[in-house]
T-cell receptor, first 112, second 116 residues
Framework: EAQVTQNPRYLITVTGKKLTVTCSQN?????MSWYRQDPGLGLRQIYYSMNVEVTDKGDVPEGYKVSRKEKRNFPLILESPSPNQTSLYFC???????????FGSGTRLTVV | KQEVTQIPAALSVPEGENLVLNCSFTDSAIYNLQWFRQDPGKGLTSLLL?????REQTSGRLNASLDKSSGRSTLYIAASQPGDSATYLC???????????????FGKGTHLIIQP
């Protein structure tokens, strides 16, 4: 089944403790993106990648890092999480031909 | 920068009615437009994708139209059912990035409730 898989689904952590949210897709897609969703603000892009080793900032990149060492994986790294990063996070992928994005099921992160 | 607006923000209708959700965008140089459904606390499910060269797409009871020149898209839901209750999101992929390589610009969604 074609899908984008995120892990974990839920995570509660403390301020300053580094964490990684994994994202993997099995569709051989070139494009991958991370979004966060907050009430009243909608979905905002954090980082995106056009292909292996090619990444760029989205609208709200501060406090996040990404890497794209393999085509299928696009992890989101929070080096020193803060409470304002409490949010619902989504990973998505798309082919270079532009036939729409497929989203993961989301990761609900709480930073206390 | 592209801005996407969805009206209304919330809508409640009785079961069986036909309804229209609206999406407008400020920059008509789009590559495609995608409608998603999101259930509470869940991920996004793609409903329909319209390429910039297309006028509409249909899937079952859903029909999405696109008018690039006026910067508008509509999602038509026929014979609504309680199971259609969800938030519906419109998202635009920009032409400049050749298909939305830098992702999509989302509207804030229409929260739809279908009353049994």
């Amino acid at each position: 089944e074609a899908q984008v898989t995120q892990n974990p689904r839920y995570l509660i952590t403390v301020t300053g403790k580094k964490l990684t949210v994994t994202c993997s897709q099995n569709m051989n897609h070139e494009y991958m993106s991370w979004y966060r969703q907050d009430p009243g603000l909608g979905l905002r892009q954090i980082y995106y990648s056009m292909n292996v080793e090619v990444t760029d900032k989205g609208d709200v990149p501060e406090g996040y890092k990404v890497s794209r060492k393999e085509k299928r994986n696009f992890p989101l790294i929070l080096e020193s999480p803060s409470p304002n990063q409490t949010s619902l996070y989504f990973c998505a992928s798309s082919s270079a031909s532009g036939y729409g994005y497929t989203f993961g099921s989301g990761t609900r992160l709480t930073v206390v | 920068k592209q801005e996407v607006t969805q009206i209304p923000a919330a809508l409640s209708v009785p079961e069986g009615e036909n309804l229209v959700l609206n999406c407008s965008f400020t920059d008509s140089a789009i590559y495609n437009l995608q409608w998603f459904r999101q259930d509470p606390g869940k991920g996004l499910t793609s409903l329909l994708l319209i390429q910039s060269s297309q006028r509409e797409q249909t899937s079952g009871r859903l029909n999405a139209s696109l008018d690039k020149s006026s910067g508008r898209s509509t999602l038509y839901i026929a014979a609504s059912q309680p199971g259609d209750s969800a938030t519906y999101l419109c998202a635009v992929g920009d032409m400049y990035s050749g298909g939305g390589a830098d992702g999509l610009t989302f509207g804030k969604g229409t929260h739809l409730i279908i009353q049994p």
